[in-house]
C-alpha cells in the first residue's frame, strides 16, 4: 500500500489509498507535535516494543539496580544457607547433601549404641539400684541436650554450617584457642577408637571363624589374631572407599539393627534363665574409703563411656540440605529422637535387667 502524509504547521491529513476490499478513505487530522507512530497509521514492519514506562533512566537508577541486586544475592544466600568452604565439596563426609531424617536415624543409632553399653550393670553393682537410675537417667537426658545443642550449633550464623568439631571450635574461641582446644582431643581420640574397633573387630571376625570351623574340618588356629587385625583393617580401608556417608546409609542400618538386637537378646536373656544362687544388691564391701570413691567414680566413667555418638552428629548433619523454610536441624533432630529412643529401650533394660539377673556376682557371671 502507498501511502501519503502531508506534514505543515497547519493539522496533518493522512490519506491512505483503498484497495479493492478497503473502506473508503479515511482522513486523520492531528497536530505535529502528537505525530507519534501507531498500529493505526504504520505497518508492521516499522512497528517497534513498546518500552516500560517505568524504564526512566535516572542518576538513581544505577545504583538502586546494584542494590536490589545485592539484596536478592543476600537473600538467595540466606534462603538457601548452602555457603561452604571450598573443602566441602570434595570431602567423602560432606560431598553430598541429599541426606533425610531416616539417614539421620540409622547412623545415630548405629553410632550411638556399642559393646560398651555390656558393662553397665556392673556400675549398678558400686551404685546400687536408686543412685544407679538416677545416673543413668541423668546421663541419657545430657546426652539428648548436649545432641540439641550440637545440632541447633551447627547453622547457628546464617549462610555458614560448622560440619566439624575444629571448625566450630574455632568459631566459637578464636583460631588459635580453637585449635589448641580441640584439635589433640580430636586425634587422639579418632586414633583410640581405630585402635579399639580395630581390636574388638578382629577379636570378633576370628570368634566367628572358630565358630565355623567347629563344625567344618578346618583347623581354626591357622590365622592368628594379629592376622585377623590386619584382615578387619583391609575391610575397613575397601569399606572407605565408598564416596560420602550418605553411600553407606545401609551398612549403617545392618549395624544398628545389629546393636540392637545384641543389647536386647542379651537382656531378655538374662531376665529368661533361671538367676544364680546367692544374688544379693547391697553394695561391695571396700577397704577403704579411697577404694569406696574410686569404685563410684569408676562407676560413672562406665555409664558416661555407654553414651556416645557426639563425634559424628555434626557430619550427619552436614549431609543434609537447607534452606530458609526447611532448615537441616528438622529432619535432623527428628532422626536423633527416634534414634535415642530406640537406644533408651536397649540401655535402660540391659542395665536393670542385667543387675536385676545376677546382682553383684555380675562381676564374677559377666553377661558379655
Avoid at 502531508?6 to 493522512?14: A, D, G, L, Q, Y
Avoid at 536441624?329 to 540391659?350: D, H, Q
Wanted: charged letters at 10%; aromatic letters at 10%.
Amino acid at each position: 500500500m502507498s501511502e501519503v502524509v502531508e506534514v505543515n504547521s497547519s493539522p496533518v491529513t493522512i490519506i491512505k489509498n483503498p484497495s479493492a476490499t478497503e473502506s473508503p478513505v479515511q482522513e486523520i487530522s492531528a497536530p505535529p507535535y502528537q505525530l507519534t507512530p501507531s498500529p493505526l497509521i504504520f505497518d508492521s514492519a516499522h512497528q517497534t516494543n513498546p518500552k516500560s514506562p517505568f524504564a526512566v533512566v535516572t542518576p538513581l537508577a544505577s545504583p538502586m539496580k546494584k542494590a536490589m541486586k545485592s539484596m536478592q544475592n543476600y537473600l538467595e544466600e540466606i534462603g538457601h544457607l548452602t555457603k561452604l568452604d571450598p573443602q566441602e565439596d570434595w570431602l567423602p563426609i560432606t560431598e553430598s547433601r541429599n541426606g533425610n531424617a531416616y539417614y539421620a536415624a540409622f547412623h545415630t543409632l548405629s553410632s550411638g549404641i556399642g559393646i560398651q553399653a555390656l558393662v553397665l550393670p556392673l556400675a549398678f553393682t558400686a551404685l546400687g539400684w536408686t543412685w544407679g537410675i538416677i545416673c543413668l537417667s541423668l546421663a541419657f537426658v545430657w546426652q539428648l541436650y548436649t545432641l540439641w545443642l550440637l545440632i541447633q550449633l551447627h547453622e547457628s550464623v546464617p549462610g555458614t554450617r560448622y560440619s566439624r568439631y575444629l571448625v566450630l571450635s574455632m568459631a566459637a574461641f578464636g583460631n588459635k584457642l580453637g585449635k589448641l582446644s580441640t584439635l589433640l582431643p580430636t586425634m587422639y581420640l579418632s586414633g583410640g577408637t581405630c585402635v579399639t574397633l580395630i581390636m574388638i573387630g578382629g577379636a570378633t571376625l576370628k570368634i566367628f571363624f572358630q565358630m565355623v570351623c567347629s563344625n567344618l574340618a578346618c583347623n581354626a588356629d591357622s590365622i592368628t589374631t594379629v592376622e585377623w587385625y590386619i584382615v578387619f583393617t583391609c575391610s575397613a580401608v575397601i569399606l572407605a572407599q565408598l564416596p560420602n556417608l550418605n553411600s553407606i546409609a545401609g551398612v549403617s542400618l545392618i549395624g544398628a539393627a545389629t546393636a540392637v538386637t545384641y543389647c536386647t537378646l542379651t537382656w531378655v536373656l538374662s531376665v529368661a534363665k533361671n538367676r544364680p544362687n546367692g544374688i544379693s544388691y547391697e553394695s561391695l564391701e571396700t577397704k577403704s574409703d579411697i577404694a569406696k570413691i574410686c569404685g563410684i567414680l569408676n562407676a560413672l566413667g562406665i555409664i558416661a563411656f555407654a553414651f556416645r555418638g557426639h563425634n559424628l552428629v555434626l557430619e550427619i548433619q552436614g549431609t543434609m540440605p537447607s534452606s530458609l523454610k526447611h532448615p537441616s536441624n528438622l529432619p535432623m533432630w527428628k532422626g536423633v529422637k527416634f534414634s535415642y529412643l530406640i537406644i533408651a529401650c536397649c540401655l535402660f533394660p540391659l542395665a536393670i535387667g542385667g543387675y536385676w539377673a545376677y546382682g553383684n556376682l555380675v562381676i564374677l557371671h559377666s553377661i558379655y
